[in-house]
């Protein structure tokens, strides 16, 4: 080893480099990890909560910053466990379940379950020719050529007097469209 430079390793979880650079590798990186892993958690809930916003753009936004988030949460809670500080965020882990649910629940299920015609869309059944598009989508993709142009066109409808559409915002996105015409 060259005169000048030594390296020395004192057992407290410091690295010495040269005498004069100290590299730390125990607790505050573990407590840098939990601190951005409550955060990412903080984040992933605005996230998931906004994907359910009725704005194709904010759903489509939220849905992927979801998706990358849970990936992220899911490298530093890895990287914890493996660093054998395994420390439990069930209130967050919690928080966040319940929260997909609800999102998934209010994009998908709720206008399935929740939707009441109108009794004028009722009188219009009976009068004229109708058709109907409908689709789920993932993560904010998957509902752009559901239109009342494709609906029309699958109706046989060449003019369009009244639309109905009905569409849920979420993880997991529903979206139906209904036409009357001739």
């Known amino acids: ?12 979880n410091n690295l010495q480099v040269g ?4 590299v730390n590798v125990g607790k505050n990186e573990t407590i840098v990890t939990e601190r951005l892993l409550k955060v990412t958690y903080i984040l992933l809930a605005i996230s998931i909560v906004c994907t359910s916003l009725p704005h194709q753009g904010i759903n489509l ?3 992927l910053a979801a998706a990358l988030l849970f990936l992220f949460v899911c490298a530093l ?3 914890l466990r493996r660093s054998g ?8 882990k ?3 379940l319940v929260l997909v649910l609800m999102s998934i629940t209010t994009g998908c299920t709720g206008p399935m379950l929740a939707h009441v015609p109108d009794p004028a869309i009722i009188e219009l059944v009976k009068n004229y020719k109708s058709g109907v598009d409908q689709g789920v989508g993932f993560f904010g ?3 752009e050529k559901i239109s009342i142009k494709s609906a029309a066109k699958k109706g046989g ?23 009357f015409g001739e």
């Open 1 to 12: 080893m060259p005169e000048g430079i030594k390296q020395k390793a004192d057992g407290n």
């Open 85 to 92: 500080n395994s420390t439990s965020f069930k209130k967050q």
């Open 157 to 179: 409808i060449e003019e369009v007097y009244f639309a109905d559409q009905i569409r849920g915002y979420g993880l997991i996105s529903y979206r139906k469209v209904s036409v």
């Open 77 to 79: 809670t890895w990287d």
């Open 94 to 96: 919690t928080m966040v």
């Open 61 to 63: 936004i939220t849905s």
């Open 19 to 22: 005498g004069n650079m100290t």
């Open 141 to 143: 993709f998957g509902l």
